[in-house]
């Protein structure tokens, strides 16, 4: 098979490689979509990665079940499976791993495409069983990737402030995360306001359904969406997803009292005045991805609701133009690019 393997220092190498096999527990899939994430390019700018340390990239997996290992139970996983990968493993018997919180294992932690496990930038991919989420019918494998990673992230993100359909949401960055973001939030029946500094980005959170928008180059970001708000007291909920120190502290600023603000973006730091959280009583908090569970949860909202995820990607690659892919992407000059496959 063909795959993706990052060096490191800017490298990319498109390798042969024996296709893999299922051990008991696992299952092959045949990959269909490979979606290409933002957190890639840490692993592509990163320092030269030793032999032993290099994997096949891509941790936004989808594609159909081709080979099933002798354990798996055909409840858990059937050849010609339309599915979704949750792109960890864990010890499987910890807290975390038996609610569906494998990324905070503590005892064994795998984290495929990227980091220590071979992901997805690949003519096939082999993973445990039980990190298989059924992709519902009526979505297209480009669907399923994104759902794997960014948009998963952004439902994640509104569930953990709870939004609902009477408030008030301001989403700081637009980009395929905070998209996602409008999107959902639209769909839950929330009030969207899209801030971004691209006006092409700003153009496409219209098209996903926000109320208004606002491009933080041309205006104060804090003031406009106090102005969008009922007696200018700001909105209810904010989610930030730039990783932007200013852009964190104005997700907070943008809030009226009692307001929850969600740190999405990551790495970075968090710099707040003390008055936003205990004079005004904000809660901040943050989100990494998802659960097992949310996965599933929000490809059956998209479903049932009909959203137009899809439309997320703006370009579509081949394994072999991968480093055209990601100089384009690292650049800014494509939006979001996934990988297909024959």
Not at 192 to 201: C, G, L, N, T, Y
Request: hydrophobic share 40%; net charge negative.
């Amino acid at each position: 098979m063909q795959a993706v393997v990052f060096l490191g220092e800017d490298k990319i190498d498109l390798r042969e490689l024996p296709d893999p096999v299922p051990g008991p527990d696992e299952v092959v899939i045949r990959v269909k979509a490979s979606g290409m994430c933002g957190s890639d390019l840490n692993h592509l700018h990163g320092p030269a990665r030793s032999e032993s340390e290099q994997v096949i990239e891509g941790h936004e997996p989808c594609g159909v079940v081709e080979l099933v290992g002798d354990a798996v139970r055909p409840s858990e996983a059937k050849v010609g499976d339309r599915v979704m990968v949750h792109h960890y493993d864990g010890c499987r018997t910890c807290r975390y791993c038996r609610t569906g919180w494998t990324q905070y294992c503590p005892n064994a932690r795998t984290v495929y495409g990227g980091l220590d496990g071979d992901g997805a930038h690949a003519d096939f991919m082999k993973v445990p069983a039980h990190a298989l989420i059924r992709l519902p019918d009526s979505l297209s494998f480009k669907t399923g990737a994104a759902i794997s990673c960014g948009t998963g992230t952004a439902f994640g993100a509104i569930k953990r402030v709870g939004l609902s359909a009477d408030e008030t949401v301001a989403v700081f960055g637009q980009g395929p995360v905070g998209l996602s973001a409008t999107m959902l939030a639209k769909a839950f029946g929330a009030r969207v306001i899209a801030i971004d500094v691209e006006p092409s980005r700003l153009e496409m959170a219209k098209k996903f359904g926000a109320d208004h928008v606002v491009n933080a180059q041309e205006q104060d970001p804090v003031a406009a969406v106090r102005e969008l708000t009922r007696d200018g007291e700001g909105a209810d909920k904010s989610i930030e997803c730039s990783a932007n120190a200013t852009v964190r502290r104005q997700a907070v600023q943008a809030l009226r009292r009692w307001g929850t603000a969600c740190m999405v973006g990551v790495f970075g730091t968090i710099e707040l005045d003390s008055e936003e959280l205990i004079q005004l009583q904000k809660t901040v908090v943050g989100s990494l991805t998802f659960s097992k569970n949310q996965q599933e949860e929000c490809a059956l909202f998209v479903a049932e609701r009909g959203l137009d995820v899809e439309s997320l990607f703006t370009d579509e690659f081949r394994l072999d133009e991968a480093e055209r892919a990601y100089e384009l992407f690292d650049r800014r000059q494509i939006g979001k690019g996934v990988f297909i496959f024959d």
